[in-house]
Structure formats: C-alpha cells, structure tokens
C-alpha cells in the first residue's frame, strides 16, 4: 500500500511542476523585494535562486522514475524508488547548503524577514 501512495505521489509532484514553478518565482520575487539586499548582497540572492530553483534533471528524473515504476518486478521497483528518495535527499542537502549561505549573508532584520517570508503559511496567508 505504501509504494501505491509513493507512486501517486510521484505522478502529483511531476503533474503540478509547471504549477509550482510560476509559484516559486511569485514567491521569490516578493522575497527579494521584501529583503531590501544591498548591492553586494546580491550575488548570494543570485545563487541562492539558482540552487533553490525548480530543477529540469530532478523533474525528468521523476518522469522517468513513474514511467519504468509500472515496467518492472517489485524487487527492481524498491531499488528504484530508494534510489529516487536517495537522489532527493541529496538534491535538499544541496538546497539546504545553499539556504544556509544565503542566509548567513543577511542582516538579522533580513533575516527576521526571511524567517516570516519562507514559513510555509507565509505564501497561503499573503495576498
């Protein structure tokens, strides 16, 4: 029952990429605008919106992933899937990375706003 779940999971994720991605870049530009970063803060927002940023290998991944899921015996399919999970994981470490650095570049008011901004009810309660 468990691997039925991951795998509608699996089709959600691919399926409301596109969706997720115009609200990411929504989400981003009220952030930035929200931080007031100096000029020299700037090249880190450049990066941390490049590592945080919806990535075409990670969605291709998961296409491919759903499409083998239904083409192989269970043994082959667990091993696909802890492999996806695994590539996740190390996908989020990387992110995680890039928030941290990002984050140590600000001031702690931008900091304060940051904390408010990125709380996952932020975007549902914002106008």
Partial sequence: MRWIVLGCCLALMVGSAARA???????????HDDLKLSDSQEAAWTQYATAIA??????ARRRAT???????PTPRRIALIEA???QDAADFRR????????YASLS????????????PQ????RP
């Fill in 54 to 59: 919806p990535s075409p290998q990670a969605a």
């Fill in 95 to 102: 992110q995680g990375a890039a928030v941290n650095a990002f």
């Fill in 21 to 31: 991605a115009e609200a990411v870049s929504a989400e981003l530009i009220r952030l």
């Fill in 108 to 119: 702690p008011e931008q900091q304060r706003t940051f904390d408010q901004d990125t709380l």
């Fill in 122 to 125: 932020a975007s549902a309660a």
């Fill in 84 to 86: 996806a999970m695994a």
């Fill in 66 to 72: 759903e499409e083998l899921l239904p083409t192989v």
